[in-house]
T-cell receptor
């Protein structure tokens, strides 16, 4: 079965500093990878996704992620964070070989941006 | 275009009761998925519906059920509520069923079981 591990439950960082949120997934023949953000009292919003092609994926709000098949990782990065980036971030995987949208989520990483 | 709407937003129920949650997908979307979010277990997949058919089901007891109507609106029902059912229930819709279709999430229904 697919699984996702987010290596950090909380990441504190100062405003305008770079940040990396780490995500590892269990290996599969084909896999689709996603990062979602959840602000307090809201649903999830898609930041970016990897389906195929270039391993460097750019998303909204200045975020990007790199798919690394050999290390089964999909880490999320932003070169300079803002206070408004404070939120919970979820890495998710979908089985690319199946005709289903089922997502398996990691436990989440709380990004705390300090002034 | 209106987003995914979920009703009600907040709900308080007593153990043993049953509850029905509703999800209206984005216009034109035919696939709806449900997820349960709790502090302990995180986000867990409940089920997925496409064209009124259940496509996939997560590892939840039979007390959890759902359905989808011809207009793609979906409902989920939880019978004989337990304290552990307290959670945020999220609904997501997509154009079709499959991993390449972006899922749009609603704001969720927060269920509290006392």
């Amino acid at each position: 079965a697919q699984s996702v591990t987010q290596l950090d439950s909380q990441v504190p960082v100062f405003e305008e500093a770079p940040v990396e949120l780490r995500c590892n997934y269990s290996s599969s023949v084909s896999v689709y990878l996603f990062w979602y953000v959840q602000y307090p009292n809201q649903g999830l919003q898609l930041l970016l996704k990897y389906l195929s092609g270039s391993t460097l994926v750019k998303g909204i709000n200045g975020f990007e992620a790199e798919f690394n098949k050999s290390q089964t990782s999909f880490h999320l990065r932003k070169p300079s964070v803002h206070i408004s980036d404070t939120a919970e971030y979820f890495c998710a995987v979908s089985d690319g070989s199946g005709n289903t949208g089922k997502l398996i989520f990691g436990q989440g990483t709380t990004l705390q941006v300090k002034p | 275009k209106a987003g995914v709407t979920q009703t009600p937003r907040y709900l308080i129920k007593t153990r043993g009761q049953q509850v029905t949650l509703s999800c209206s997908p984005i216009s034109g979307h035919r696939s709806v998925s449900w997820y349960q979010q709790t502090p302990g277990q995180g986000l867990q997949f409940l089920f997925e519906y496409f064209s009124e058919t259940q496509r996939n089901k997560g590892n939840f007891p039979g007390r959890f059920s759902g359905r989808q109507f011809s207009n793609s609106r979906s409902e989920m029902n939880v019978s004989t509520l337990e304290l552990g059912d307290s959670a945020l229930y999220l609904c997501a819709s997509s154009l079709s069923s499959g991993p390449s279709y972006e899922q749009y999430f609603g704001p969720g229904t927060r269920l509290t079981v006392t």
